[in-house]
């Protein structure tokens, strides 16, 4: 019976340091282990400067514009309190909507605008039927089409 | 989003041909199902083999202790 | 060891500890939770393709979730159920859970990989990419990881009780990975989106689609059973190779 204890104990403590030092270690990369930064963030300039990074948000309502040669796409991305505008030359993802969840990769010119690479739609985590969708979206009369299921990503709603 | 959505009520595929299109994702939702079912039919065939030579080492032990 | 250990009520938990007891019993079951699994599977998929209606932002590309939640969920809870039985071998001694430990390896490392497999092909037309590394995709891949690492340190060692130790450390040290993938799309901003469905609120997705998912994820918990026994069974004879009970087995006279 005793030794029986003696190596719960040490089970049990042995998990405890392990608990512990992966929250360490995770606090301590927070900062790299973020997908995206939001708007917000890069208005603050917590984004790094000079290389490429991701930004997060929403694609705001009405602001896509298809350029004339077709392949040049204007949105801007906004997390309800800062806006980005952002130029991309490519194919968009299916789930690419306007005020649903995208994420860009790129850079951030001098005069604040974001040239992407790489364009992903993020979507949220709602599944139904198109006429689910409709009639969620009319009892939300009012607010822009898909506000109703939009989830603002997480780190925008929080204070970091 | 406090409320489950309602499902729907229409017929999903109006033909057999419509259900292999899977609306135009048919590589990624067949891509996957094949996929787990060749992984799934590959774990049992080896749960098997593993049983079979399990059993067929136990028999040589018994007999040889036998004879 | 062996010694018997009489909880309150006068039931004793440690018989079926003992192989010898345990074989024929998960004989007996291993059938029921197959044909379980199987039943399950067809009600799910019948539900999934053809009651569940189209999402209204991903067309039939969400059908993928069927599978891939599943998979996902088993993938961390054979892991935690792992762990659990290492944390047993560890502080019991017992044979039987260390055994059980390994019987739980594979099928989990199955579900993992079903999950990563069926993450990118759904992620290339909704996302519109196969991998990114985000949170959790990351930490699902170590998690497989883990699996395979475990598999190899428990082959790597000839000597059964050293590599049932190192192992089942291995699974413990492992197990911190489970709440970080579980809650990385809290922590953290990620590209894969938030949970569904979780203890917590209200399921996020139309009744039908959530019924035919949650017997996809029974029908992965009983199949998982299923193969745990089947597996443990083989790795009993594997270990208890002279031991005097299994030559009265009728596998080992026919």
């Known amino acids: 019976m005793k030794t029986r204890h003696k190596r719960l104990a040490m089970v049990a403590a042995g998990l405890c340091a392990l608990g512990i030092a992966a929250a360490l270690v995770l606090s301590a990369f927070q900062k790299n282990l973020v997908f995206f930064f939001t708007p917000s963030q890069v208005a603050a300039n917590e984004a790094p400067q000079g290389r490429s990074f991701r930004i997060g948000g929403l694609v705001a309502p009405g602001s896509v514009q298809r350029q004339p040669d077709g392949v040049t796409v204007n949105f801007v991305v906004t997390d309800t309190v800062q806006n980005i505008p952002v130029a991309y030359r490519g194919v968009l993802p299916d789930l690419f909507r306007e005020g649903k969840g995208v994420v860009a990769q790129g850079n951030l010119g001098a005069d604040g605008r974001f040239t992407a690479s790489e364009v992903l739609a993020k979507h949220d985590e709602n599944y139904m039927p198109p006429e689910a969708a409709e009639a969620l979206a009319k009892a939300h009369a009012g607010k822009p089409p898909g506000a109703a299921t939009v989830v603002v990503p997480a780190a925008t709603t929080e204070k970091r | 989003m406090a409320e489950t959505p309602p499902g729907g009520d229409k017929v999903n595929w109006n033909s057999w041909h419509d259900f292999w299109v899977m609306g135009g994702y048919a590589f990624y939702v067949w891509g996957s199902y094949a996929a787990t079912l060749l992984l799934i039919i590959a774990e049992i065939a080896l749960l098997k083999m593993r049983r079979l030579s399990a059993v067929r080492s136990l028999r040589q032990n018994t007999n040889t202790q036998v004879s | ?254």
């Not at chain 3, 590309?61 to 039985?85: E, K």
């Not at chain 3, 569904?196 to 918990?221: D, E, F, Q, Y």
């Not at chain 3, 790795?235 to 031991?243: K, V």
């Open chain 3, 1 to 254: 060891m062996n010694q018997p250990i009489l909880l309150a009520g006068g039931v004793n938990v440690f018989k079926y500890a003992a192989p010898q007891t345990f074989y024929p019993l998960a004989g007996k079951l291993m059938p029921w939770f197959f044909w379980t699994a199987a039943l399950l599977c067809a009600a799910g998929l019948y539900i999934g393709f053809f009651v569940a209606p189209t999402d209204h932002q991903q067309g039939e590309a969400y059908r993928i979730i069927f599978i891939h939640v599943p998979a996902a969920w088993m993938s961390m809870f054979i892991y935690v159920v792992m762990a659990f039985w290492a944390g047993v071998g560890l502080i019991f001694n017992t044979r039987l859970s260390h055994m059980m430990v390994s019987a739980l390896a594979p099928t989990g490392a199955m579900f993992t990989f079903v999950a990563l497999w069926t993450g990118a092909l759904w992620g290339k037309p909704t996302w519109g990419t196969w991998w990114v590394w985000d949170a959790r995709l990351t930490s699902e891949l170590i998690l497989l990881f883990l699996y395979f690492g475990f598999m190899a340190l428990q082959a790597g060692i000839d000597d059964t009780r050293r590599a049932d130790r190192a192992g089942a450390i291995l699974a413990l040290v492992g197990v911190v990975n489970i709440p970080i993938i579980y809650f990385s799309v809290k922590w953290w901003n990620t590209l894969h989106q938030g949970a569904s469905v979780s203890l917590t609120s209200a399921p996020t997705m139309a009744a039908t689609m959530l019924s035919g998912m949650l017997l996809m994820a029974l029908a992965a918990w009983m199949y998982s059973i299923a193969t745990a026994l089947h597996r443990v069974r083989s790795i009993i004879l594997e270990r208890e190779q002279g031991a005097e009970w299994l030559k009265h087995l009728p596998e080992a006279t026919k």
